[in-house]
């Protein structure tokens, strides 16, 4: 249709459009403008409103029976391509009850036929969530039945699982998630998320249960060849869920545990993390996934990542007056749901056991920290203890220079000098910016006093005021910070000490003030301040490490306000559209913010 061809069309346009796609017969000569019309139509019109504008048209008195006819067939492909949103949104449907009686009363039995939206299936089981009601006196225990089981067994129901709760993910879930930019409100895409991220914890508590390093690796062992037996199904999500699990520092940091290894285990594993590494935007798992036929279960946090990554990027119209519908977005938003859609048709050809499935399922509904899970890792092998007399063997997650950040190993960064410089500079920019009330580029006796009620460890004017000359210049407070940057780690906390955090709200780093992006382990968290960075950004935080006096609210973003995405937009994004930059303007404002809050 032209329509496809344009860049922009008006909702009237692409209504025409969709219209006129039928023929005298009803027969649809552009499938892909109809569907993705339909689809995406939510973005910029509320469903309500297009059964509306169909209804008026039917009524015009310019409008034909050959008109009316072809609006009928499609509202008839609405009803069959999207028949959940009919069941589940009761206005719409009772819009197109209205339509049906107005055809009925002029006569066009054969045209009313086509629209029967009595005949939709109930979707209601899709929306019906497992309430899930932790326990705080006794958690679920861990069921061993697991061990001997065949790795593709487990690798075929653990797929089993994840595909019949991907199912239940509808096209609203998506539009919802991307247009609020969390779950809240989501139960469906929530719990699907939950189940990913139980997958992870299930593995990590199944190694830990062992009491000897020998079991654990036994474990770890059995769970690689669960994690190649997935690949081989091409059911990369479940894959990604258990290279996290394996990959987390709870496992990473077993040393004993991992020289029990074998070399070929270790290599096996890592050629798997390579394939699903964040690297080059996930480059590695878009190739392979492309390659696949059949059933193939993609990352779905890669996919949402996407689906963010062009709403934000581009703009829903074309026009300053909102009356242009911007089609190359519309056209990438559907490519990317089109394949998550096309996921759902094609199920995996694997005949489950119920029983194992229902055991499975409880043994997944874990309710353990990932504090606890931890404390039981430094159960296992102290810090303290002494490493094994076995060969050293490289742990399942070395030798991964970039790998997968989300489920990297939790080191405290070490002080960069040049970071601490600058902190220091823009710390005391703020100093002299907030503190010299004179402006006349020093410090008077009189304003140091003030200075000293947020900077405890100044103790002495004539420390800093190293010619006595009376007042502190800009230089002698950079010189006493920096000879003092011993002191400073320790008292003002330049390194905070961050812990993998896993996000179940939409949260910015306090950095960048990029979007933290992910679906498990996304960024980390502070557990002295509660401040939230990605992991590039914790070696360059300026806000210094505070204990907390007030809770911290993580759907807060940081500085400014300021809501910018800053993860990698996907490949179809058009080449002129940057990633968030910030300038030294936004440092500065950062380090100003730092003093106005402890004023």
């Given at each position: 249709m032209e329509a496809l061809s344009l860049e922009s069309a008006t909702v009237e346009e692409l209504v025409e459009a969709s219209i006129l796609a039928f023929d005298d017969t009803g027969k649809l000569k552009?499938?892909?403008?109809?569907?993705?019309?339909?689809?995406?139509?939510?973005?910029?019109?509320?469903?309500?409103?297009?059964?509306?504008?169909?209804?008026?048209?039917?009524?015009?008195?310019?409008?034909?029976?050959?008109?009316?006819?072809?609006?009928?067939?499609?509202?008839?492909?609405?009803?069959?391509?999207?028949?959940?949103?009919?069941?589940?949104?009761?206005?719409?449907?009772?819009?197109?009850?209205?339509?049906?009686?107005?055809?009925?009363?002029?006569?066009?039995?054969?045209?009313?036929?086509?629209?029967?939206?009595?005949?939709?299936?109930?979707?209601?089981?899709?929306?019906?969530?497992?309430?899930?009601?932790?326990?705080?006196?006794?958690?679920?225990?861990?069921?061993?039945?697991?061990?001997?089981?065949?790795?593709?067994?487990?690798?075929?129901?653990?797929?089993y699982l994840e595909y019949k709760s991907f199912?239940?993910?509808?096209?609203?879930?998506?539009?919802?998630?991307?247009?609020?930019?969390?779950?809240?409100?989501?139960?469906?895409?929530?719990?699907?998320?939950?189940?990913?991220?139980?997958?992870?914890?299930?593995?990590?508590?199944?190694?830990?249960?062992?009491?000897?390093?020998?079991?654990?690796?036994?474990?770890?062992?059995?769970?690689?060849?669960?994690?190649?037996?997935?690949?081989?199904?091409?059911?990369?999500?479940?894959?990604?869920?258990?290279?996290?699990?394996?990959?987390?520092?709870?496992?990473?940091?077993?040393?004993?545990?991992?020289?029990?290894?074998?070399?070929?285990?270790?290599?096996?594993?890592?050629?798997?993390?390579?394939?699903?590494?964040?690297?080059?935007?996930?480059?590695?798992?878009?190739?392979?996934?492309?390659?696949?036929?059949?059933?193939?279960?993609?990352?779905?946090?890669?996919?949402?990542?996407?689906?963010?990554?062009?709403?934000?990027?581009?703009?829903?119209?074309?026009?300053?007056?909102?009356?242009?519908?911007?089609?190359?977005?519309?056209?990438?938003?559907?490519?990317?749901?089109?394949?998550?859609?096309?996921?759902?048709?094609?199920?995996?050809?694997?005949?489950?056991?119920?029983?194992?499935?229902?055991?499975?399922?409880?043994?997944l509904d874990q309710y353990h920290t990932e504090d606890e899970i931890y404390q039981l890792s430094l159960q296992r092998e102290p810090r303290s203890s002494k490493p094994s007399n076995s060969s050293p063997s490289p742990s399942l997650s070395a030798k991964r220079p970039s790998m997968i950040d989300e489920w990297a190993a939790s080191v405290k960064p070490k002080a960069d000098p040049a970071i601490i410089t600058k902190h220091i500079e823009k710390m005391v920019d703020s100093v002299f910016k907030n503190f010299d009330t004179d402006g006349d580029g020093h410090i008077s006796r009189e304003e140091f006093e003030i200075i000293r009620n947020n900077f405890p460890y100044l103790s002495k004017f004539g420390e800093l005021d190293t010619n006595q000359d009376g007042r502190i210049s800009r230089e002698e407070m950079i010189d006493y910070f920096m000879n003092a940057s011993s002191l400073l780690n320790c008292k003002m906390g330049f390194l905070h000490t961050f812990l993998e955090t896993t996000y179940m709200r939409p949260t910015f780093c306090d950095h960048c003030t990029g979007f933290i992006w992910g679906i498990y382990k996304q960024g980390y968290k502070c557990k002295v301040c509660g401040v939230n960075c990605h992991k590039a950004c914790r070696s360059r935080l300026v806000v210094e490490c505070r204990k907390r006096t007030k809770s911290i609210s993580h759907e807060t973003p940081p500085l400014r306000q300021a809501r910018s995405y800053s993860f990698p937009l996907p490949s179809n994004t058009p080449s002129n559209l940057q990633s968030t930059v910030i300038t030294e303007e936004d440092t500065e404002a950062a380090s100003e913010a730092m003093f106005d809050v402890h004023l």
């Open positions: 552009d499938t892909s403008l109809v569907r993705m019309f339909l689809m995406m139509h939510p973005w910029y019109l509320p469903s309500t409103d297009l059964a509306r504008m169909l209804l008026h048209k039917s009524q015009e008195e310019r409008s034909t029976a050959e008109i009316r006819s072809r609006i009928c067939h499609l509202v008839k492909f609405w009803i069959s391509e999207f028949p959940a949103e009919f069941n589940l949104n009761p206005a719409l449907a009772e819009q197109i009850r209205d339509l049906r009686e107005q055809l009925n009363t002029e006569g066009n039995e054969r045209e009313s036929q086509l629209i029967d939206v009595e005949s939709v299936p109930s979707y209601k089981w899709k929306r019906q969530v497992t309430q899930r009601v932790p326990s705080l006196s006794k958690k679920r225990k861990m069921s061993l039945l697991f061990d001997h089981l065949d790795s593709s067994e487990l690798a075929d129901h653990l797929t199912c239940k993910i509808l096209f609203q879930d998506y539009h919802s998630f991307v247009m609020h930019g969390c779950t809240v409100d989501n139960p469906i895409l929530e719990r699907f998320i939950s189940l990913f991220n139980s997958v992870s914890r299930w593995i990590q508590l199944m190694v830990l249960t062992k009491p000897t390093p020998q079991q654990r690796a036994a474990v770890l062992t059995h769970f690689v060849c669960v994690a190649q037996k997935l690949l081989h199904l091409q059911n990369f999500n479940t894959l990604m869920a258990v290279v996290g699990g394996l990959s987390n520092s709870s496992i990473s940091r077993l040393k004993d545990t991992q020289a029990h290894v074998s070399n070929d285990t270790h290599k096996t594993f890592n050629d798997l993390v390579e394939l699903v590494t964040s690297c080059g935007n996930y480059s590695r798992y878009r190739r392979r996934f492309c390659e696949c036929v059949g059933f193939r279960f993609p990352i779905l946090g890669v996919h949402l990542k996407d689906l963010i990554a062009v709403h934000v990027a581009l703009p829903d119209w074309s026009d300053p007056e909102k009356t242009r519908v911007n089609l190359a977005k519309t056209q990438q938003l559907y490519a990317i749901l089109q394949e998550l859609a096309l996921v759902q048709s094609n199920p995996p050809k694997i005949d489950a056991n119920t029983d194992l499935l229902n055991l499975l399922t409880v043994s």
